[in-house]
Nanobody, 124 residues
């Protein structure tokens, strides 16, 4: 059974940094693309970043380009999201999700397994 467990969220001041991790188990991690989604109160889930199964390509939503970096370690079955220069508008519940295959997809309904999420709050 697919299992995804996020960690690394917390409260950070504007301009600060956080590194999120997602530990995957129950499937062949190196065969699937992965994504990070976020959901702010009252808003729909948004794909923040995605990465192909072998990490040769990635996607970022415009608002995080140059600030966030998605990465993966297929030996450790772990997905990461490095976040720098955080802004109050980055405040959300961040969840990792497993793709349907090796290539990235932008559609939330093409990610069949999700973690419970880790809260990121950016506030002074």
């Amino acid at each position: 059974q697919d299992r995804l467990v996020e960690s690394g969220g917390g409260l950070v001041q504007p301009g600060g940094s956080l590194r999120l991790s997602c530990a995957a188990s129950g499937f062949n991690f190196d065969l699937y693309s992965m994504g990070w989604f976020r959901r702010a109160p009252g808003k729909a889930s948004e794909l923040v970043a995605a990465i192909t199964s072998n990490a040769d390509n990635s996607y970022y939503t415009d608002s995080v380009k140059g600030r966030f970096t998605i990465a993966r370690d297929n030996d450790l079955n772990t997905l990461y999201l490095e976040m720098k220069d955080l802004k109050p508008e980055d405040t959300a519940l961040y969840s990792c999700a497993k793709g349907q295959g090796p290539l990235c997809s932008l559609a939330p309904n093409s990610y069949p397994a999700w973690g419970q999420g880790t809260q990121v709050t950016v506030s002074s």
